[in-house]
């Protein structure tokens, strides 16, 4: 069974930091990519940050340079780090592993449960 189990949300004033964690059980993690997406309330869900197998991020360009994500293959995790939070920043987080798929292993796409953000002015 596939699970992705999120925490580290909560309630943080603006320009305060938090960080988020994602573990991952049920899937081989070393080949799969991460990424983090949040929904706002009335809005459609949008990718914060992804880290591929190799190595490579994307952000976001509304959290580049806030935000940092990082993965620890031995833990099965992935991190999002978000420093200098905005009120904007406020959103339901949810963690994201994806496989492309190859000749060996079909294609994958899972998702956490979400971990809420709220970011207070």
């Known amino acids: 069974q596939v699970q992705l189990v999120e925490s580290g949300g909560g309630l943080v004033q603006a320009g305060g930091s938090l960080r988020l964690s994602c573990t991952v059980s049920?899937?081989?993690?070393?080949?799969?990519?991460m990424g983090w997406y949040r929904q706002a309330p009335g809005k459609q869900r949008e990718l914060v940050a992804v880290?591929?197998?190799?190595?490579?991020?994307n952000y976001d360009e509304s959290v580049k340079g806030r935000f940092t994500i990082s993965r620890d293959n031995a833990k099965n995790a992935v991190y999002l780090q978000m420093n200098s939070l905005k009120p904007e920043d406020t959103a339901v987080y949810y963690c994201?592993?994806?496989?492309?798929?190859?000749?060996?292993?079909?294609?994958?796409?899972?998702w956490g449960q979400g971990t809420q953000v709220t970011v207070s002015s």
């Open positions: 049920g899937i081989p993690f070393a080949i799969t990519s």
């Open positions: 880290r591929t197998t190799g190595g490579n991020t």
């Open positions: 994201n592993a994806f496989y492309d798929g190859s000749s060996y292993r079909p294609p994958y796409d899972h």
